[in-house]
């Protein structure tokens, strides 16, 4: 499975802190940190973190980065949107090539 997910705190924590720039790096790097720390393949861009894998193993990884998140925060935000093809591996590349293909023929 391939499960791209987008995760960010929100609201105040409990001592009323809250950096006043409303940038979330902080907390998505926390995320990122414990996505790529689990060994699974994956990918960052500006708005996903996409990871490769089993479905128990991939939702872990998620369940713990939310709360890594949390830490950030009151609330929690997630998107999660997942690409479920049982008997693939390597797609996380291999999706992406085969439309860089698809792009090239057309020229």
């Given at each position: 499975m391939l499960l791209a997910f987008?995760?960010?705190p929100s609201g105040t924590l409990a001592g009323g802190s809250r950096p006043t720039d409303a940038s979330?790096?902080?907390a998505v790097a926390a995320a990122v940190r414990i996505v790529r720390e689990s060994g699974l393949p994956n990918r960052t861009d500006s708005m996903f973190t996409t990871i490769e894998g089993e479905?128990?193993?991939v939702f872990d990884v998620v369940k713990r980065a939310t709360e890594a998140v949390g830490k950030f925060g009151s609330r929690v935000s997630l998107v999660i949107k997942?690409?479920?093809r049982p008997g693939y591996e390597g797609e996380?590349?291999?999706?992406v090539d085969r439309l860089e293909g698809a792009l090239s023929?057309?020229?």
């Open positions: 987008s995760v960010a979330v790096h902080d479905w128990d193993e997942a690409d479920i996380l590349s291999a999706k023929e057309g020229s």
